[in-house]
């Protein structure tokens, strides 16, 4: 009989369909959302030409990127020059999004913070909108003399409020102008020195004797007698057939804890290191913040202190050397842990988000993000880091009338110049600013890093 | 009055309704106030009322529910393709006019259709030679050599072939049911379908193919039959997709479209894209983005009357076709001659298999081949033909359902 045949085409129809409007509404509800907010999505241009995209400005209330309107034009001015490139990313049609414009696109649309029924009243309205501005914790004069504090050579620099981890200042050199980036988009883009990348936040780089804060602060809470023990330092050591060489192969002699921190002697923190072991090791690392990702305003790159294997790992490890990785932004934690008490503040980029009339709508609030460190061992290494600078390594960060603490680093990399490294803040008995400096393949971090330091904090406190 | 009739009342003042509201929002569109869309409207009002009385006076019993689903589904098309391009639209005026016209037509004089149906040796030849000359002087369009021209006129000969071929299998397959006779058809559908594949014309070979294996299993019921179509159909897919590489461009498309979105997937994208942006309720009319879209006003028209119109729309108008489906498969089982079932289950499958294959393929629910969307689509073969398939199946219907 036929009919029994037409009724099974019948229900295979029905079911055929059935399946479409389920994936339909399966398309709707759950795979949308991620559809739409790609960069191809043109519609997206379009909803921004009906808005006025906010403003970035820093914490004194400066514009640092506008939306200008002239007639029916409208276009989007930086100001601060290629200090703020790699930090404020630029707003492009053809080229997307990068930085704060990229990180906070929806607050400057507006389209986050307004409720549905506003922005649907808006749209019967006709109303053009304005977006949020965005309020950064950036001294944008600071962050003009740091950046000019390069001079054009590759490295980067962080300096933060350790009481609130407000980030004060972010630089990644060489940078570039954002008001530039339709005229030079090929040269950014293929550039060598990588302008668009920003260094303080997504650069990796071994960091060498700045890192010995972190086996000094472990030692200091685990060796009950450090302070009476004397190193033996002759230059170089020995681990497992390895010699590691002390800077220069200077022989420091016997020495205290205090003389080996101000000269910054590898025997001494080799020994700590083995003394330890892996495991006290890896737990400070991570007491400060390695291997853990921080929830940031950027994307950014997570340290890394990979566990060690071997006695020679964990000796290298202990000098910031061996696969040992940090950013800038974390080496500025590190310090921001001495500074302050102990305490690593969360650290921020994004104050606050306001509607054009001011109001602000969206306030951070400070919090404490780790406590890798007891008061007294903050107090105990910011002695010996006073004594760096006033006596040891970092002379070159000194400035007369503000006590200084600091720590260098000269990193090594393989066939190339060592990284400069320098991490610090001042007043040291009463800390306004951590810095993290690292000029790349600048060689001493004593030499070249510290005066950049020095330069960014005396800006500040001046 | 019947209950029938308040029914058709209530489902025409709503098509009405809806007709004016839309080209109402056309006409305001513009400042000054274009009247344009207003006469177009009040015209396409006009023919469906002309049509629905003709339908209602002359019909046996009065049957006016496919015209008006279909007009349904018409007057969304037509504000849609005006709202993309003016002067296409007045070109499908005049298309679903002269549609309407051969629906009634095929309607009163389709019940003559008796010694039609032992000449499916003739129809079926014909289908094969118009396939063939498609192929000889054909031109291309969008990919596919499918268009003739003739005296100035451009028309898809495989659309008019679509109404040869389902009257070719019914007449074939209503006494011709042995394997025998199934190897002989299948012969005929693989002779088609590869004409078809030549045109590079994917999606309608599809069609047929699907069509042919829905004829052999309504005329058999053996569920061999379609297990052996489908397996044939995946060899094929897979074969195809190894050798030609435009078959390649489609499947990788569907498989990963974020690959090369300015260019292998760049319908597809913009197809999804603006079905996401239109959301439950749509952005409103005219107030979409069909620029972004290529082919807007024939394949890809569900796209932006999704955008548009919103999602339960699209779902509005994917169970307006799926009433008409259902209720010639309701037609066929209700009627006992085996010429009527055949035809009825057949030529319903096969607009259902062209609506499927189109909303499928821009949704990217299956690989994307352009065919039209039936009745919505901009296009005058389409549109003809659509509306002979559904004059048939309504000239068939009458007397079957109550």
């Given at each position: 009989m036929m009919k029994r045949n037409i009724r099974n085409v019948l229900i295979s129809t029905v079911l055929l369909f059935s399946l479409l409007i389920g994936y339909l509404l399966y398309f709707e509800i759950f795979t949308k959302d991620t559809l739409l907010t790609s960069d191809y999505n043109r519609r997206l241009w379009e909803e921004e030409n009906k808005v006025t995209r906010g403003n970035i400005v820093d914490r004194n209330g400066k514009a640092i990127a506008e939306t200008v309107t002239e007639g029916n034009k409208k276009s989007r001015v930086y100001h601060g020059g290629a200090s703020i490139g790699p930090l404020i990313g630029y707003n492009n049609k053809q080229y997307g999004r990068a930085g704060i414009e990229a990180a906070y696109n929806k607050e400057l649309l507006g389209m986050k913070t307004k409720d549905p029924l506003t922005l649907f009243k808006q749209d019967i309205l006709g109303i053009k909108g304005r977006g949020y501005d965005v309020i950064l914790t950036i001294d944008s004069d600071l962050q003009?003399?740091?950046?000019?504090?390069?001079?054009?050579?590759?490295?980067?620099?962080?300096?933060?409020?350790?009481?609130?981890?407000?980030?004060?200042?972010?630089?990644?050199?060489?940078?570039?102008?954002?008001?530039?980036?339709?005229?030079?988009?090929?040269?950014?883009?293929?550039?060598?020195?990588?302008?668009?990348?920003?260094?303080?936040?997504?650069?990796?780089?071994?960091?060498?004797?700045?890192?010995?804060?972190?086996?000094?602060?472990?030692?200091?809470?685990?060796?009950?007698?450090?302070?009476?023990?004397?190193?033996?330092?002759?230059?170089s050591t020995d681990v497992d057939g390895l010699k590691i060489k002390d800077y220069n192969g200077t022989a420091h002699g016997n020495i205290d804890i205090n003389r080996a921190v101000e000269v910054s002697c590898n025997s001494t923190f080799i020994n700590l290191g083995l003394r330890l072991g892996a495991k006290d090791m890896e737990e400070y690392a991570g007491k400060f913040g390695f291997n853990k990702n921080l929830d940031f305003d950027l994307p950014i790159k997570t340290s890394v202190y990979p566990g060690p294997s071997s006695k020679r790992e964990l000796a290298l490890s202990s000098i910031g050397q061996a696969d040992v990785l940090a950013s800038p932004l974390q080496m500025a934690m590190v310090a921001s842990a001495v500074a302050n008490d102990g305490h690593i503040m969360h650290p921020y980029i994004v104050k606050g988000i306001a509607d054009s009339e001011g109001k602000v709508n969206y306030n951070r609030q400070d919090e404490t993000y780790l406590l890798p460190i007891s008061e007294t061992t903050a107090q105990q290494i910011?002695?010996?880091?006073?004594?760096?600078?006033?006596?040891?390594?970092?002379t070159a960060a000194r400035i007369s009338g503000i006590t200084v603490a600091g720590k260098t680093g000269t990193a090594e990399v393989a066939g190339k110049q060592s990284h400069a490294w320098f991490i610090g803040f001042a007043p040291a008995d009463d800390p306004q600013i951590v810095v993290a400096v690292i000029v790349e393949n600048g060689g001493s971090g004593g030499k070249v890093a510290a005066p950049i330091a020095r330069h960014i904090i005396s800006e500040y406190l001046k | 009055m019947t209950k029938a009739s308040r029914y058709y009342r209530v489902m025409l003042f709503t098509l009405y309704l809806f007709l004016i509201i839309c080209f109402l929002l056309l006409a305001l569109r513009s400042t000054p106030f274009d009247p344009k869309p207003i006469?177009?409207?009040?015209?396409?009002?006009?023919?469906?009322?002309?049509?629905?009385?003709?339908?209602?006076?002359?019909?046996?019993?009065?049957?006016?529910?496919?015209?008006?689903?279909?007009?349904?589904?018409?007057?969304?098309?037509?504000?849609?393709?005006?709202?993309?391009?003016e002067e296409l639209a007045y070109r499908q005026f005049i298309w679903i006019a002269g549609g309407i016209a051969v629906f009634i037509v095929i309607t009163f004089?389709?019940?003559?259709?008796?010694?039609?149906?032992?000449?499916?040796?003739?129809?079926?030849?014909?289908?094969?030679?118009?396939?063939?000359?498609?192929?000889?002087?054909?031109?291309?369009?969008?990919?596919?050599?499918?268009?003739?021209?003739?005296?100035?006129?451009?028309?898809?000969?495989?659309?008019?072939?679509?109404?040869?071929?389902?009257?070719?299998?019914?007449?074939?397959?209503?006494?011709?049911?042995?394997?025998?006779d199934v190897l002989i058809y299948t012969g005929f559908v693989l002779m088609v379908v590869l004409l078809l594949f030549i045109q590079k014309d994917l999606g309608t070979a599809i069609i047929f193919f699907l069509t042919g294996i829905v004829f052999v299993y309504t005329a058999t019921g053996k569920p061999?039959?379609?297990?052996?179509?489908l397996a044939m159909l995946a060899v094929g897919a897979v074969a195809s997709?190894?050798?030609?590489?435009?078959?390649?461009?489609?499947?990788?498309?569907?498989?990963?479209?974020?690959?090369?979105?300015?260019?292998?997937?760049?319908?597809?994208?913009?197809?999804?894209?603006?079905?996401?942006?239109?959301?439950?309720?749509?952005?409103?009319?005219?107030l979409g983005h069909p620029e972004y879209i290529p082919a807007v006003a024939t394949d890809l028209i569900f796209s932006i009357m999704v955008e548009e119109f919103g999602l339960l729309v699209g779902l509005a108008v994917i169970i307006i076709y799926l009433l008409i489906f259902v209720r010639a498969f309701l037609s066929a089982m209700a009627s006992n001659n085996a010429s009527k079932q055949l035809l009825l289950t057949g030529i319903s499958s096969m607009l259902a298999f062209q609506t499927f294959i189109i909303i499928g393929g821009v949704t990217k629910f299956i690989p994307l081949t352009g065919v039209t969307l039936p009745f919505v689509s901009y296009g005058g073969s389409s549109i003809l033909t659509s509306f002979c398939l559904l004059g048939i199946m309504n000239s068939l219907s009458i007397g079957e359902v109550q």
């Open positions: 003009e003399t740091a950046y000019d504090a390069f001079g054009g050579e590759k490295g980067a620099a962080v300096a933060l409020n350790p009481k609130t981890g407000e980030i004060l200042a972010l630089v990644s050199s060489p940078g570039f102008d954002p008001d530039d980036i339709d005229k030079d988009w090929e040269e950014l883009k293929s550039g060598k020195n990588s302008p668009l990348f920003n260094r303080a936040v997504q650069g990796l780089y071994p960091p060498g004797s700045v890192f010995k804060i972190i086996p000094l602060s472990a030692s200091l809470e685990n060796i009950d007698d450090l302070y009476d023990l004397t190193f033996h330092c002759t230059g910011k002695d010996m880091m006073v004594n760096v600078v006033k006596k040891g390594t970092g | 006469y177009m409207g009040l015209g396409y009002m006009a023919i469906i009322t002309i049509g629905f009385i003709t339908m209602r006076i002359f019909a046996l019993n009065g049957d006016a529910m496919l015209f008006l689903l279909s007009n349904f589904l018409c007057g969304i098309g037509l504000v849609m393709i005006y709202r993309v391009d004089l389709f019940k003559y259709y008796g010694h039609m149906m032992n000449g499916y040796k003739i129809i079926a030849l014909l289908s094969l030679v118009l396939l063939a000359v498609t192929i000889i002087f054909g031109k291309e369009h969008g990919g596919s050599t499918n268009w003739l021209m003739i005296k100035g006129i451009q028309f898809q000969p495989s659309e008019f072939v679509k109404i040869l071929f389902c009257l070719a299998s019914a007449s074939f397959l209503k006494d011709h049911k042995q394997p025998r061999a039959y379609p297990a052996i179509g997709y190894l050798i030609f590489a435009h078959v390649r461009v489609r499947f990788d498309a569907w498989l990963n479209p974020w690959l090369d979105v300015p260019g292998k997937s760049y319908q597809i994208v913009q197809s999804l894209f603006a079905i996401g942006a239109g959301g439950l309720f749509g952005s409103g009319l005219g």
